[in-house]
């Protein structure tokens, strides 16, 4: 079984693939070389002298220079490597379109195609407060009406509780009315109940509004403050809603119909090895049938943000993603924040050292396909094929973010391990198998067999077949634990 794997011909590093002990020789295309020291899993060696200021080369592409002399054997981390990142930069167009190898198999998954076209991978019943002061009420509301249906004939029901929807001024008003209209909206929701408080900033009246055309019978309110017993009413509503949706039936969908969120969390020093280009290769696949995928995490693209420019689709998809990216470094800015404050403690502890090192992991997601268009906070989508949305790192906010465009599904590779779910359903891919065995409860699929001589062809074969089974009904393990989570982005002020 190999030891090390060198990513790209033009590296000066390797990274182990087990734990290695000093004065262990690792062979690098024909070159015998000792370790100076012991490695641990994930984490990367220098293959040859390494000056001072001299960059360290993975992927094929800088993660950052050295801080002092590296010798051949040695450890390379954030001990002696600095990120090459700084603040705003100019970008030039350089179209570099990729001809997608795959092809359109005319694939279909069991879905529940709506009213109004859209398509759902689950019939659920939904509570959306529209204020954090309600969420007790809604669970008692949901409870008392599962209590008194007995067994449910639907996919589940979720209370989407929130901090927010009051004492909220400008943006992070808007915003929290936007991702919770997202949410009411949804095609995975058969039914959905808005209930509001009566004196919230996120008022009832204005919050209708904002939802524009929707399907009265899909979509009921209520205003605990303007009736008199609001759990008896809310129940009522529940079971108007679960009369409505309770024959909804799958039928055969095109695979075109999936929209898929793709995210990481908890990453390692294989998460560019195995789960993230795994998840590229699924996308890539997806699109050629049509469908679509969203990759967000914007400060995860810092550092490797070209890569995806260079497939932006036109002039005016590439002038987004500038913006995308410096609005993003922008924001950090504004609060005296370094853009590279990344990696977190438990990426260093897995074997990343930089945020150029994370990123070019991170954006492996997106495959090669070409950019089609960059979504704003709150936007859904509207373009098939792969797109771009602004969003935050943090594992729950973005996932939100993921689910409110209108995504099914998000993808969620980690070489760390995480129980949470967004929600909508939340598939977890180990980056390696040791996880994968520990963790058979949060994580779903095990990408970590690639470098254990299973082929990507196989193994993503395997990985389109366990989508189109979630798609068409199996439950992700979030869903199985009931770890469903709404987390909504604020940038300002709190009243």
């Known amino acids: 079984m190999k030891t090390i794997i060198k990513i790209n011909e033009n590296d000066n590093v390797v990274v182990a693939l087990g734990d290695l002990n000093k004065n262990e020789i690792v062979e690098v295309q024909g070159k015998e070389i000792t370790l100076k020291e012991d490695i641990k899993r994930g984490h990367k060696i220098a293959i040859a002298e390494i000056k001072a200021s001299e960059n360290i080369i993975k992927y094929g ?288 502890a897995g074997g990343i050292t930089t945020l150029e090192d994370k990123s070019l992991g991170c954006t492996q997601k997106a495959g090669t396909a070409t950019v089609v268009d960059v979504l704003k906070y709150g936007e859904t989508l509207k373009t098939k094929g792969l797109n771009l949305l602004s969003a935050p790192g943090n594992d729950l906010v973005a996932a939100s973010a993921l689910a409110s465009a209108g995504c099914q599904m998000v993808l969620f590779t980690t070489g760390r391990g995480t129980p949470f779910g967004s929600f909508v359903p939340t598939i977890k891919v180990s980056t390696n198998t040791q996880l994968y065995k520990l963790k058979p409860h949060w994580i779903d699929f095990n990408a970590g067999s690639l470098v254990e001589d299973v082929s990507f062809e196989s193994l993503l074969e395997e990985f389109v077949n366990f989508i189109i089974k979630v798609a068409s009904g199996e439950l992700a393990n979030n869903e199985k634990n009931n770890f469903r989570e709404l987390a909504i982005f604020k940038t300002g002020v709190t009243l």
């Open 61 to 348: 592409f800088p993660i950052g220079h050295a801080i002092k002399d590296i010798s051949e054997g040695e450890w390379v981390h954030t001990h002696n490597v600095k990120t090459n990142l700084d603040g705003i930069k100019d970008y030039s167009f350089n179209q570099k379109l990729i001809e997608n190898i795959f092809k359109d198999r005319n694939l279909t998954f069991q879905g529940y195609r709506r009213e109004d076209g859209n398509v759902g991978i689950r019939n659920e019943l939904w509570i959306v407060p529209t204020v954090g002061c309600v969420n007790g009420t809604a669970e008692s509301i949901m409870e008392r009406f599962k209590k008194e249906i007995g067994q449910l004939s639907i996919d589940n029901t979720l209370v989407l509780k929130h901090n927010y929807g009051c004492s909220q001024l400008g943006d992070d008003h808007v915003t929290t009315r936007t991702i919770l209209g997202d949410a009411v909206n949804h095609p995975n929701a058969g039914g959905v109940l808005v209930l509001g408080l009566g004196c919230e900033n996120n008022n009832m009246p204005e919050f209708k509004e904002s939802l524009g055309e929707f399907n009265e019978k899909r979509i009921k309110f209520l205003v605990s403050q303007e009736v008199s017993n609001e759990i008896e009413e809310g129940v009522k509503l529940l079971k108007e809603l679960y009369e409505n949706m309770k024959d909804d039936k799958r039928e055969d969908v095109p695979l075109s119909e999936l929209k898929i969120g793709l995210k990481c969390g908890g990453s390692d020093g294989f998460s560019g090895i195995t789960a993230n280009p795994l998840v590229g290769r699924l996308s890539d696949f997806l699109v050629a049938q049509g469908g679509t995928t969203i990759l967000t995490e914007v400060p995860e693209m810092f550092g490797a943000e070209t890569l995806l420019m260079d497939r932006a689709e036109s002039n005016q998809v590439f002038d987004n993603v500038v913006s995308l990216i410096n609005d993003f470094k922008e924001y950090f800015m504004k609060y005296d924040q370094p853009v590279y404050e990344n990696p977190s403690p438990g990426n260093k």
